[in-house]
């Protein structure tokens, strides 16, 4: 269950969008000249969220970043692009700053490659026949990406990485599987599913860093993440063979001598792991020791400038890590900071007495410093993005949003600073200015309070044609604890919809149980959406809002539907069993309808438990009462549900949800894709917009032609 956290702007305000787009015939009049409406092609023409990441040489000179798998080389200076490398990803500078490491799929699959600076090409260091394929659920936070991060040794001429290996699983023909207390969970379904999904038994991978796929398991084979180190003059590589236990996140330590990684039993899957441990490994002797272990999930090592101190988080998956510095020879604890913030990445200061941290706090992204015997980290930067990079001599490197952006990679800039704040200098544009080709709606932050005293922000999105005075239907994008960005994402098709005649809201800092742990506001204000109490919070959050733009006259409240995929389609399964006052609901592969089913069948109950606040086994009602399928039997909404045949457990309750609807003699169709996963793609996506378009209009617009709306 992926769930992103992005900037929001919680002053009031309007803000009109501009997207870059190729130019598309014109669809719809518009009142300015040579701009059109919104359509669906023009969504998927839009590289929405390519995710970019960055890295600045040690001697700040150059930096490096990937856009749309492209890198480039830009100087630190001009902003000029010096060198381009082709296609790859997560490119990182060695420490002499005469090479730089990246994997590219060029070849067909996964591998690491080396450039050297000013050379005509790169080459390539590895050569594994699946391609490099760490467990991408060892990222633990961010995106697949993170579970292939790498190291440099300090002397520029090795790399370590992680990677699954393949060892035979011995059984007879006729022998059964033996399942018992220190069994992989993710054994237990294996074979089960003609089509397995993460939680189904297959084999959960990522092919190219930034999608999550899955293969079919090979039920004489088991796969554990081990280490491995390559040379990059001679590209001979070997795997680290150092204990029993599944590895990940390695570093090199300052003097070269030393690998520092995380661990965790081979029989465990990461997102339930109880407990972990950090160790080091000799290089010169192979000797291996466990310096931290113990209860909860140990991750991201990082050494001190001077080799004698180690820093790791320590928490559980997906959650608000601590952060540990230990003694690196002893393991002796020396510091702890449990700061309550989503860590998205951390770095030791160059004088060792703090680190630079990037993290989140009440939606906004932030890079602060963290200096020891401070409680609470100094901001240097904010709204920064997800990725940002350190040189030698105290400068960063970091992507921003361009304002007014929809918050796309597509549209972003890369800025330079320094580890001391204050000033900061545009170094380049990703892509060119937007070309304003499109017609697009404005929107506007809306402020609200709810029943229960919370003050909310959402964001509204008007058609672009709007008429002041007039009171329009409205889509509820019910996607909640997101940052309202996302406008343009074919998924969605918020832009369209808008350019179809609706109004679209999103509230944007509604709770959710599911969601609670992903929450960066006040401690009450996070708490009010645990457990099944948070039902009634989040309809009290989405409806307050609701009836906030009822109340401004902008709405209809008699031709309003809610759409929700994923996170959101969580929420709406339940909205609808609180509220009769929807007119249609679609709902794209949500989030477990049924608390008591599929995520029981697929073992996560400690995490679930953790959402829920409570074990099924100490109060099976609770789990029962966080179920929609039980409460079918309220819902007065018509509705359409969709999901596709690869999407594993969201398909699971996508079923329970449309059985339990049906079993009530409620209005429901669903739609079944095959070759779609969780996130549609090419004729599927548009045969869900199109159907979505019309179901919409028949019951936003009943005397209107449905055909005109899907573009």
């Not at 995710?51 to 080389?73: C, F, M, P, Q, W």
């Not at 294996?190 to 079919?216: H, L, M, N, Q, Y």
């Not at 860590?343 to 004088?351: A, F, G």
Request: with cysteine.
């Amino acid at each position: 269950m992926i769930k992103l956290n992005k900037v929001t702007r919680l002053a009031v305000s309007a803000l009109a969008l501009s997207v870059s787009s190729a130019a598309v015939a014109t669809a719809g009049r518009s009142v300015h000249g040579d701009r059109h409406k919104v359509t669906f092609d023009d969504m998927v023409k839009i590289p929405y969220n390519a995710i970019t990441t960055i890295d600045l040489s040690g001697d700040g000179k150059h930096v490096a970043e990937d856009y749309n798998r492209k890198i480039r080389i830009i100087d630190a200076t001009s902003g000029k692009v010096v060198n381009d490398i082709g296609e790859g990803v997560l490119p990182l500078w060695s420490p002499n700053g005469k090479y730089l490491a990246l994997y590219s799929i060029r070849n067909g699959t996964m591998q690491l490659w080396a450039w050297r600076l000013g050379a005509p090409s790169a080459w390539q260091l590895t050569s594994f026949p699946h391609g490099v394929d760490p467990d991408p659920l060892t990222r633990v936070s961010g995106f697949p990406l993170e579970a292939f991060r790498f190291d440099w040794s300090p002397d520029s001429s090795k790399i370590v990485f992680a990677s699954r290996e393949s060892y035979a699983v011995r059984r007879a023909e006729n022998e059964p599987m033996v399942l018992d207390g220190t069994s992989s969970i993710d054994s237990v379904l294996s074979g089960v599913f003609t089509r397995p999904g993460i939680a189904e038994g297959g084999v959960v991978e990522s092919s190219d860093g930034w999608r999550f796929d899955v293969r079919k398991p090979d039920l004489t084979r088991k796969l554990v993440n081990r280490l491995h180190i390559v040379d990059v003059a001679s590209g001979k590589e070997h795997t680290v063979e150092s204990g029993p236990g599944a590895f990940f996140h390695p570093v090199f330590s300052p003097d070269g001598n030393m690998i520092a990684y995380a661990s965790i039993a081979e029989n465990t899957k990461i997102v339930t792991a109880k407990s972990g441990e950090i160790r080091l490994l000799d290089l010169r002797s192979g000797r291996e020791t466990v310096l931290a272990s113990g209860l909860d999930l140990k991750f991201q090592p990082r050494w001190s400038p001077d080799g004698k101190r180690l820093a790791f988080l320590v928490g559980n998956y997906g959650a608000k890590p601590t952060i540990r510095i230990v003694d690196a020879r002893t393991g002796h604890q020396l510091k702890d900071y449990a700061l309550g913030i989503f860590l998205q990445n951390y770095q030791w200061t160059d004088d060792g007495n703090g680190l630079l941290l990037s993290y989140v706090v009440d939606h906004v992204k932030t890079l602060g410093r963290l200096s020891f015997g401070k409680d609470a980290p100094k901001p240097l930067y904010s709204h920064i993005g997800y990725f940002w990079s350190r040189a030698g001599d105290g400068s960063l490197a970091w992507l921003e949003p361009r304002p007014n952006s929809e918050e796309m990679a597509a549209d972003s800039e890369i800025f330079l600073g320094s580890v001391r704040g204050k000033a900061r200098r545009k170094l380049a544009s990703l892509a060119p200015p937007p070309k304003h080709d499109l017609e697009l709606g404005r929107i506007q932050t809306i402020s609200y309070r709810t029943a229960a005293g919370f003050d909310l922000n959402g964001a509204l999105l008007y058609p672009p044609d709007y008429v002041p005075g007039r009171r329009y239907p409205l889509i509820v994008d019910a996607y909640p604890q997101y940052s309202g960005a996302g406008w343009m994402f074919p998924m969605y098709g918020n832009q369209a919809w808008a350019a179809a005649g609706y109004m679209v809201f999103k509230p944007y800092q509604a709770r959710a149980p599911h969601v609670w742990v992903n929450c960066t506001g006040a401690a009450d204000y996070c708490a009010a959406s645990k457990g099944p109490k948070g039902w009634d919070t989040m309809k009290d959050d989405v409806m307050s809002g609701v009836d906030e733009l009822v109340r401004r006259g902008l709405v209809d409240p008699g031709r309003m539907c809610v759409y929700g995929h994923s996170n959101g389609g969580g929420v709406a399964d339940y909205l609808i069993t609180q509220t009769p006052r929807f007119k249609c609901a679609v709902i794209v592969a949500p989030v477990i309808p049924n608390w008591t089913g599929e995520p029981l069948l697929y073992g996560e109950w400690g995490m679930l438990s953790q959402w829920a606040g409570v074990s099924p086994l100490d109060d099976a009602d609770a789990w029962v009462r966080l179920s929609a399928v039980f409460r079918a039997k309220n819902v007065t909404t018509p509705v359409l549900l969709a999901d596709g045949d690869d999407d594993g457990s969201f398909l699971l309750g996508t079923i329970e949800m449309y059985q339990a609807l049906r079993y009530a003699g409620k209005k429901v169709t669903l739609l079944r894709y095959p070759n779609q996963g969780h996130v549609f793609e090419g004729a599927g996506l548009r045969d869900l917009y199109n159907r979505e378009m019309a179901f919409f209009a028949k019951y936003l617009r009943p005397d209107e032609d449905a055909s005109t709306q899907a573009q």
